[in-house]
C-alpha cells in the first residue's frame, strides 16, 4: 500500500495545514514582544519596529517566485524539504542575533522558509483536487491554520514572560524540526515524473506568460493582493494600536486573538458555502461587506473616536469577510492554470504578495494614532477589488460548480 493511500484525509488536511502555519506562528507569536526585541537590539521606537514583521514579508514575497518553477522541476517533496530547511536557520539565526542587522537577514530568511510552506502545500493540493473540492479542502486547512493567530500572540507572551523573546525562536526551530521529519516520512510525492517541466527558460517564460495573460488570475490576484495587504498593514500596526491607541498593553494578545477568530469561523463556513454557491458569487458578496463596514466605520471616524469594543467589532466583521475572500479568490486564480499549478502558484502568490506587501507597509507607514488609515485602507482596497473582479467576470467560467470526473487532475 502506498504512502498516498495511507495518508487519509485528516491527516493530509492536517499536515498541509502545520506546514501553513508555521509561517504564520513565524509573523503572530512575535508580536507581544516586539518592543522587547527592538530595544534589545538598539532598534528605533516606534514604526521602526515593523521591520521585524515587515522584512519577514519581503522574504516570503520573493522567496514565492522561485519555488513553483523549482517545484514543478524537481518535485514537490524535495521542493518543500529545502524550504523546511530554509526556514529552520532563519530561526535559528533569529534566536542567536546579538544585533539587528543580523536578526533581520533571520527574519529574512525565515520570511524565504515560509514562502515554501505557502506555495508548495498549495502546489499539493492542487496535484490532487480542483474547483470546488479544491476550496473545501484549503478551507479546512485554513480553519486549522487559522488557530496560529487566536492562539500565537498568547503563546508568544507566556514565552516572553517565562524565558524571554529568543525562547521564540528556539520554537520555532523546534517546530520546523518537527515539520520536517513529519514531512520527510509521511509526505509523498504528488507530481509524477511525466508531468514535470524541464524548468528551461522557454518553459518558464510560457508558464509565465500563461499566467499572466489570463484574465481571470490576472483580476483575482490584483484584488488578493490588496486584501492581504489590508491584514498584512494592521499585523505590522497592531501592537501599536492596541498598546498605544487603547492602552490594554499585557491584555494585547488576548483581543488580537478575538479579532483573529472571526476568520476561523469564515473559513469553517465557507467549507459549507462553497457546496451550494459559487466562489465568484461569495467574493462579490464578501467584497461589498468589507466596503460596507470599512466605509462606516471611516465615516464614523471623522466625528468621534473609535471605542476598543467598537473597534474588535468593525476589525472582526472585516476579517470574516477576509476568511471568505483569501482561499476562495486563490482558487479562482489557480483554477484556469491547472497545466502549470506550481509556477502558476508562484507568480500569484509573488505579484499579489508584492501588491500587499507595498499596500500593507502604506497603511502602517501612515499609521500615527487613530485606527482611520486601516480604515480608509479596507475601503479602498474592497473598492478596487470589485472592480477588478467585475473586470474578470467577463471571461466567465463555472469556477464554482464541482468538477466532472474528467476534470480531477492528481497529476500536477
Not at 26 to 35: E, G, T, Y
Not at 149 to 163: D, E, K
Not at 350 to 355: P, V
Request: overall charge neutral.
Amino acid at each position: 500500500m502506498s504512502t498516498m493511500r495511507r495518508q487519509n484525509e485528516i491527516e493530509f488536511v492536517s499536515l498541509i495545514a502545520i506546514m501553513s502555519a508555521l509561517g504564520a506562528l513565524s509573523i503572530d507569536a512575535v508580536l507581544p514582544a516586539m518592543p522587547q526585541m527592538a530595544a534589545s537590539l538598539g532598534m528605533p521606537e516606534g514604526n521602526a519596529a515593523q521591520l521585524i514583521v515587515g522584512v519577514l514579508f519581503l522574504g516570503m514575497t520573493i522567496g514565492q517566485l522561485i519555488y513553483g518553477p523549482v517545484s514543478d522541476c524537481i518535485g514537490r517533496r524535495p521542493t518543500l524539504l529545502v524550504g523546511v530547511v530554509v526556514f529552520m536557520l532563519g530561526s535559528l539565526v533569529s534566536a542567536l542575533a546579538e544585533n539587528s542587522m543580523l536578526f533581520i537577514a533571520g527574519r529574512f530568511l525565515q520570511g524565504a522558509g515560509a514562502a515554501a510552506l505557502r506555495i508548495v502545500p498549495l502546489a499539493i493540493v492542487r496535484d490532487r483536487f480542483e474547483g470546488a473540492l479544491m476550496a473545501r479542502i484549503m478551507s479546512w486547512a485554513m480553519s486549522i491554520f487559522i488557530l496560529v493567530p487566536c492562539i500565537a500572540p498568547m503563546l508568544g507572551q507566556g514565552i516572553l514572560s517565562l524565558a524571554g523573546w529568543r525562547a521564540i525562536f528556539w520554537l520555532l526551530f523546534t517546530l520546523s524540526c518537527i515539520t520536517a521529519v513529519w514531512s520527510w516520512v509521511r509526505q509523498p510525492e504528488t507530481l509524477p515524473h511525466d508531468k514535470r517541466r524541464s524548468g528551461g527558460i522557454a518553459a518558464i517564460l510560457e508558464g509565465l506568460s500563461a499566467t499572466l495573460s489570463n484574465r481571470i488570475t490576472g483580476s483575482y490576484l490584483i484584488a488578493l493582493g490588496l486584501i492581504q495587504g489590508v491584514f498584512m498593514g494592521y499585523i505590522m500596526s497592531a501592537e501599536q494600536i492596541y498598546r498605544g491607541i487603547f492602552g490594554v498593553d499585557n491584555l494585547f494578545a488576548f483581543f488580537f486573538a478575538l479579532a483573529a477568530i472571526s476568520i476561523g469561523i469564515a473559513s469553517i463556513l465557507n467549507a459549507k458555502l462553497v457546496k451550494h454557491f459559487g466562489l465568484e458569487d461569495i467574493c462579490r458578496f464578501a467584497l461589498l461587506g468589507v466596503i460596507a463596514i470599512s466605509g462606516s466605520i471611516y465615516i464614523l471616524g471623522l466625528f468621534a473616536a473609535l471605542p476598543l469594543y467598537g473597534f474588535l467589532a468593525a476589525v472582526s466583521s472585516i476579517f470574516f469577510c477576509f476568511g471568505l475572500l483569501i482561499g476562495n479568490m486563490n482558487t479562482i486564480a489557480l483554477q484556469p492554470l491547472g497545466h502549470v499549478a506550481g509556477l502558476a502558484n508562484s507568480t500569484i502568490s509573488f505579484l499579489s504578495g508584492c501588491i500587499a506587501l507595498a499596500f500593507g507597509w502604506l497603511i502602517s507607514g501612515i499609521y500615527t494614532t487613530s485606527v482611520q488609515s486601516l480604515m480608509l485602507g479596507a475601503l479602498i482596497a474592497g473598492l478596487l477589488s470589485v472592480i477588478a473582479v467585475m473586470w474578470g467576470s467577463r471571461s466567465q467560467v463555472n469556477i464554482g460548480e464541482s468538477p466532472s470526473p474528467q476534470m480531477i487532475n492528481t497529476g500536477g
